[in-house]
């Protein structure tokens, strides 16, 4: 099993950065995939970005060229650097990782607000 925690939400202003931070423990060898993804009120969970351990990542079209994920697999971390923010970002963001994209464990979220 592996456990993950979040941590670097909060609430920014529109136009403004603010960087996530999701830590790996437990079996990080079973991971293959490690994502970011959202849910607004009201809305379905969504992907925002992933990123796997041969390297490839991919965004939503709603966050290409202001998000970007990372890893430091050293301390088994995953980031989402995001710039440019908007109010439409406003959401509770999970981290996942795992063999399969969506698959395996979850985070147990952290709240991005930004203001108009």
């Known amino acids: 099993q592996v456990q993950l925690v979040e941590s670097g939400g909060g609430l920014v202003q529109a136009g403004g950065s603010l960087r996530l931070s999701c830590a790996a423990s437990g079996r990080i060898g079973s991971i293959n995939f490690m994502a970011w993804y959202r849910q607004a009120p009201g809305k379905q969970r969504e992907l925002v970005a992933f990123s796997s351990n041969s390297g490839i990542t991919n965004y939503s079209d709603s966050v290409k060229g202001r998000f970007t994920i990372s890893r430091d697999n050293a301390k088994s971390t995953v980031y989402l650097q995001m710039n440019s923010l908007k109010p439409e970002d406003t959401a509770v963001y999970y981290c996942?990782?795992?063999?399969?994209?969506?698959?395996?464990?979850w985070g147990q979220g952290t709240q991005v607000t930004v203001s108009s």
């Open positions: 996942n990782a795992g063999i399969f994209l969506g698959s395996g464990s």
